[in-house]
């Protein structure tokens, strides 16, 4: 039987106290990782997330940086090495600026900025504090949460499509340059995914759905799947790599 077996490492998921970052969180913890629990604002939920996965036997602690600002993100990272912690080996950077989006004539020029620090900047930040470490111990995994937004260009999307096609290249050129090292960096991108938010108010069917070739939204729970995968052996030869996670909504093409 083939099991994905992640005892002894560790995980640091930015936005583990948000939507599909919590269910990555508990996903690799069932793995058997050590969880590091990354929230910005919301530290309560982080909080909660970590009582939750302790009584379950996790070994975990939570963090906190905007990942926005490379000065908070080392800040997090010396905080990390000097509580004892294992420093991560597998970085989940899945964090986002949440903002209205807009025509691109009338969204604001911060919201573009803010979108160029979560998107963008928060994986030059993560990849300059927490690499090192993967390099010195010759293996590591760097997994992106990108979406389908990505591929749409949808009007209105302009900032969160930007922002997330920078990331895009710095996962690809950052894929070459570490994995002489034994570290792979690969993205899933979600399409609009059901998760506790959908649940609580009954919001899981969207009129759109008709256009998803398989039918239905996925679940916060198959893109954490995705992020187990690429986190496991099994995705050993796989880095550089945009894995969609939408149902076959959209199909880059080769
Ligand atoms: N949900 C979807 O349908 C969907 C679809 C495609 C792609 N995605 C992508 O999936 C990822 C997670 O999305 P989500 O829906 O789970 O988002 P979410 O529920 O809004 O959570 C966002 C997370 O980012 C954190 N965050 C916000 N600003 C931050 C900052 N400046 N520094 C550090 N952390 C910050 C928040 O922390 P605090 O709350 O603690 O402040 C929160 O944990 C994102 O990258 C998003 O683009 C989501």
Same mark, same amino acid.
């Given at each position: 039987?083939?099991?994905?077996?992640?005892? =002894?490492?560790?995980?640091?998921?930015?936005?583990? +106290?948000?939507?599909?970052?919590?269910?990555?969180?508990?996903?690799?913890?069932?793995?058997?990782?050590?969880?590091?629990?990354? !929230?910005?604002?919301?530290?309560?939920?982080?909080?909660?997330?970590? %009582?939750?996965?302790?009584?379950?036997?996790?070994?975990?602690?939570?963090?906190?940086?905007?990942?926005?600002?490379?000065? +908070?993100?080392?800040?997090?990272?010396?905080?990390?090495?000097? !509580?004892?912690?294992?420093?991560?080996?597998?970085?989940?950077?899945?964090?986002?600026?949440?903002?209205?989006? &807009? +025509?691109?004539?009338?969204?604001?020029?911060?919201?573009?900025? +803010?979108?160029?620090? !979560?998107?963008?900047?928060?994986?030059?930040?993560?990849?300059?504090?927490?690499?090192? #470490?993967?390099?010195? &111990? *010759?293996? =590591?995994?760097?997994?992106?949460?990108?979406?389908?937004?990505?591929?749409? @260009?949808?009007?209105?999307? !302009?900032?969160?499509?930007? *922002?997330?096609?920078?990331? #895009?290249?710095?996962?690809?050129?950052?894929?070459?340059?570490? =994995?002489?090292?034994? $570290?792979?960096?690969?993205?899933?991108?979600?399409?609009?995914? $059901?998760?506790?938010? #959908?649940?609580?108010?009954?919001?899981?069917?969207?009129?759109?759905?008709?256009? $998803?070739?398989?039918?239905?939204?996925?679940?916060?729970? %198959?893109?954490?799947?995705?992020?187990?995968?690429?986190?496991? #052996?099994?995705?050993?030869?796989?880095?550089?790599?945009?894995?969609?996670? @939408?149902?076959?909504?959209?199909?880059?093409?080769?």
């Amino acid at each position: 039987m083939i099991s994905i077996d992640l005892t =002894g490492k560790t995980a640091l998921v930015t936005g583990a +106290s948000g939507e599909l970052g919590r269910v990555m969180a508990r996903t690799l913890a069932q793995a058997g990782a050590n969880l590091l629990l990354h !929230s910005y604002r919301n530290p309560d939920r982080a909080a909660s997330l970590a %009582e939750e996965l302790r009584g379950r036997g996790t070994r975990c602690m939570t963090v906190s940086a905007d990942v926005g600002d490379l000065q +908070s993100v080392l800040r997090m990272r010396d905080g990390i090495r000097a !509580s004892g912690f294992p420093m991560p080996d597998i970085l989940v950077d899945n964090a986002v600026v949440q903002y209205d989006w &807009k +025509s691109v004539l009338e969204q604001p020029v911060e919201d573009y900025e +803010s979108q160029f620090r !979560s998107c963008v900047l928060q994986n030059v930040h993560m990849a300059k504090a927490f690499l090192p #470490d993967m390099i010195e &111990k *010759g293996w =590591g995994r760097v997994i992106g949460t990108n979406t389908e937004c990505a591929m749409q @260009c949808f009007a209105t999307q !302009s900032a969160y499509a930007a *922002g997330k096609r920078g990331m #895009d290249g710095v996962m690809r050129v950052l894929a070459r340059e570490v =994995g002489p090292y034994g $570290i792979t960096v690969n993205q899933v991108a979600p399409g609009y995914t $059901i998760s506790d938010r #959908d649940r609580a108010n009954h919001t899981e069917v969207q009129p759109t759905d008709v256009r $998803i070739p398989l039918r239905r939204r996925g679940t916060d729970q %198959e893109v954490a799947n995705a992020v187990l995968f690429l986190a496991s #052996d099994l995705a050993s030869y796989i880095t550089g790599a945009y894995l969609p996670v @939408c149902g076959g909504n959209v199909m880059p093409t080769i």
